[in-house]
């Protein structure tokens, strides 16, 4: 789908993409932005994980005769 919304891009695309970026929002924001940006993504898989978890004991418990 990413792919759909951006279209091919080359190595020289990217660099000055990513020269832009740095010069309109400075390298603070940038390392900022890509430390959240960690962190979400983490807390995201942390939660599926747990969810798939609380899904598999509940199918687990399911299964047993009472």
């Given at each position: 789908m990413i792919g759909l919304l951006i279209?091919?891009?080359g190595g020289w695309?990217?660099?000055i993409l990513a020269a832009a970026a740095l010069?309109?929002?400075g390298g603070a924001k940038l390392a900022n932005f890509g430390k959240n940006a960690g962190k979400?993504?983490?807390e995201f898989k942390e939660e599926t994980s747990a969810i798939k978890k609380e899904?598999?004991?509940a199918a687990d418990d399911a299964e047993k005769p009472k």
């Open positions: 279209p091919s891009l695309e990217w660099v010069i309109l929002f979400a993504i983490r899904e598999a004991e």
